[in-house]
DNA sequence: ATCGTATATCGTCGATTAACGATTAATATC
DNA sequence: GATATTAATCGTTAATCGACGATATACGAT
């Protein structure tokens, strides 16, 4: 068996992944975090109209789908996505 | 102008899409029309462990996302995807 | 006109979501 | 060590979701 990076994601963790991305300002994040290939929680406060626990919230619905990844930097907190499982998912999709 | 039919969609429609792709219910339910092409309502709630009204509740959600439509057929409701608007979703999700 | 079938809608219930402000925890900086 | 900065978590509230059974509507057949 040959590790292809393709392994159909199964029907839980699609749906997942739409549900995650079912929320225009979760779209806006990834949008951002694909334009940046990385960014500070903050940074993506000052770009949406909302509060910094709502976004913070929205990073954490991400991170739950795999679809972003989040590392602790001092007391920032750097996100970025998970490529590899976005190619995933864009295969799904076009497999639809 | 050119009318390509790859116009991008708003936000607020991706997110639509998504959210309504983000049910493992309704996954299965545009599978299944995609394999089929069109489908009445009572074949879907043959496959789905689901109550008929919920079925329902869940086409009604598809129909609204825009990606399914549904036409009456006597006492039937014949479903299908809306396939131009389920290549723009493709387009965007490629483009992501 | 009545009866059966197919589907949509209504009403309900518990669970989840989205938003916010307040608080807490962790790290820098002075 | 005190104090700011950054981000996560908590608690609350209103709204939406997901499921169901019951009911209503629309059509086809008798």
Known sequence: MTDNNYTALDA???A??????GHPARVK???????NNVC???RIVEILPLAQSTV???????????????IVDGARSC????????????????DL
């Not at 997942?16 to 991305?21: E, K, M, S, T, V």
């Not at 994040?29 to 334009?35: R, Y």
């Not at 996100?79 to 076009?94: G, H, P």
Request: aromatic share 6%.
């Open 12 to 14: 839980e963790t699609f």
């Open 16 to 21: 997942g992944i739409c549900r995650a991305l």
């Open 29 to 35: 994040i990834v949008s951002h975090l694909l334009e």
């Open 40 to 42: 500070i929680c903050g």
């Open 56 to 70: 913070s919230q929205h990073l954490k619905i991400l991170k739950q789908s795999g679809l972003v990844t989040g």
């Open 79 to 94: 996100y970025c996505i998970d490529r590899k499982l976005l190619k995933r998912f864009k295969k799904m999709v076009e």
